[in-house]
Nanobody, 120 residues
Framework: VQLVESGGGLVQPGGSLRLSCAAS????????MSWFRQAPGKERELVAF?????????????NYAGSVKGRFTISRDNAKNTVYLQMNSLKPEDTAVYYC?????????WGQGTQVTVSS
């Protein structure tokens, strides 16, 4: 199993980034995909998740942390085994390492993370 994040970088406040997570080694469409983030000195927190196509859990649709609702959009392309996180109106407090997670059928896997820094 591999989850490989990309798309992080340095962006000014108010800017946008799109993160990608390319998955391999499992049936991507059957797993709930999530983005988490961890800022320095803080615990890892859930940013957003998107349900699987096969109903491996009771989750449906998408869900977002309150701090990013209306600014971030999670989406998935099951044909490309990729999940995305479109981040708009970025704020300095969005600075963190962003991690991709796949969960289902008793398993949970993580990517290596990609750094997002929001600073002027």
């Amino acid at each position: 199993v591999q989850l490989v994040e990309s798309g992080g970088g340095l962006v000014q406040p108010g800017g946008s980034l799109r993160l990608s997570c390319a998955a391999s080694g499992f049936t991507f469409s059957s797993y709930v995909m999530s983005w988490f983030r961890q800022a320095p000195g803080k615990e890892r927190e859930l940013v957003a998740f998107i349900a699987s196509a096969g109903g491996s859990t009771s989750y449906t649709g998408t869900n977002y942390a309150g701090s990013v609702k209306g600014r971030f959009t999670i989406s998935r392309d099951n044909a490309k085994n990729t999940v995305y996180l479109q981040m708009n109106s970025l704020k300095p407090e969005d600075t963190a390492v962003y991690y991709c997670n796949a969960k289902g059928y008793g398993s949970s896997w993580w990517g290596q993370g990609t750094q997002v820094t929001v600073s002027s």
